[in-house]
DNA sequence: CGTGTGATTGACGCCTGTCAACGTCTGTGG
DNA sequence: CCACAGACGTTGACAGGCGTCAATCACACG
């Protein structure tokens, strides 16, 4: 009957237990509400660019948003994936500098936009509110970190295989244990730091040893042991 | 005629114009000299260890200190220098995390201890000490960014000719132009994600090339404008 | 049906990691 | 004072992982 997208609440999104915003107040979600905006993009959409002044920041409601950083020669890579509850385009509002990575969307997404003047009114009346999105970002900081190691350390196999496993957790796996995620050989290819070529090739070696099958961009997982394995992935 | 180090003073680094202190009331400012500790560090000295809780975070009053994450095969990782001015160990901290690094020392060096008790007071209560802190945080995770993308993209050559680029514009060089920080060649190695022979030589070619001049751990640079032009570095 | 994007495969070769041997320097202990 | 150990630096040989280029195929879309 009514096929237009759904408008998200913020109630709702604080109900959910990952979201900094259970930290406000009654008043402060009403003030949010009120100041947001909201927008349902596409895939492949920008939601932001980098190298710009960002006037706010986001909240994935639903989605998948990549963002990535362009090298030289043009070539994408991407820091980080958002999905519900992620906020996104927080640090250069709170660094004051430009944005460092471009936001495109993966997989059809909404999103809420939190003006840069609301968010640092939260932050400079809220304590709790402020410390939680100051974990937010530490944490950020401690992957980024794994990541740097990672990609400096291990072999393309060894990190494909691990961005695998990563992406299961992520973003789960259906009941056949096919990634619910899908990606281009590419965008594997800009995330562990390599040409799209060698992750085809890696990608049929890892079938031909039986730890994974390939159907298009569908990727089942069927030895998630032998993958962690290859990946130096410890839980 | 007294050669004993010299105890740093609290006001002194709230003076430093980098210094997040100085957003500190007068009671703060006394608060944290009552409550701080300050050690004095030798080369090789270890501040903290990866994998552990902290108590507290660390100010750098002089000295410069790495932090590494140690890979699979027990590989350091060198994620950062930190230099006078420099909060270290502020990430687990506030993220509740384990530390992700160790830090240790690679020049002499004193540093203040500054119990998490005493951190977290003040962020709760004093908010624009809690934005600068945030601002710390999120630069930081800019840098980190930048620091995947270019390990991820460029060659073994470009990163060694952008952390001598960066090392320079960092530490600073003698009138002879000679890099300040005196680092190992494996250390040189943990950077740039890298073996030691292959930073030998690299900077064994940059030196016949006439970017360079070595005479042990000294390292001149002789043609910056080459080595930004290598190490696709823009200002 | 032409066009464009993405996936695949093969050929080729260089960059870079690994292994091994050796040189240099410093500090330590006999 | 010398021998020795240990850390660090250097060089050569060698293989193979991985990037690059080019051609082809599959598929969706206007």
Avoid: W
Wanted: proline share 2%; hydrophobic share 35%.
């Amino acid at each position: 009957m009514n096929n237009k997208p759904e408008f998200p609440i913020c109630e709702e999104c604080k109900k959910n237990i990952s979201s900094i915003f259970k930290k406000l107040t009654i008043d402060q979600m009403s003030e949010l509400s009120f100041e947001k905006g909201c927008s349902f993009y596409k895939r492949g959409d920008i939601i932001y660019h980098e190298g710009n002044r960002p006037s706010g920041s986001y909240c994935v409601s639903k989605g998948i948003v990549k963002l990535f950083k362009t090298g030289v020669e043009g070539k994408e890579q991407i820091i980080k994936f958002a999905k519900k509850g992620d906020v996104i385009g927080y640090r250069s509002v709170l660094s004051g500098e430009l944005s460092c990575t471009t936001a495109k969307v993966i997989e059809d997404a909404t999103l809420c936009f939190i003006p840069s003047t609301t968010l640092m009114g939260f932050i400079k009346t809220n304590s709790d509110f402020s410390l939680e999105l100051m974990q937010i970002a530490c944490n950020e900081l401690g992957v980024a970190n794994n990541f740097i190691t990672g990609i400096a350390q291990k072999t393309v196999r060894e990190r494909l295989a691990e961005i695998l496993i990563y992406l299961k957790k992520e973003f789960g796996a259906d009941e056949n244990g096919v990634l619910q995620i899908s990606l281009t050989r590419e965008e594997y290819a800009n995330i562990v730091g390599t040409a799209t070529e060698s992750v085809i090739r890696l990608l049929s070696e890892f079938k031909d040893d039986k730890y994974i099958e390939i159907e298009g961009r569908k990727i089942k997982i069927l030895q998630e042991a032998k993958l962690k394995k290859l990946g130096n992935v410890f839980d």
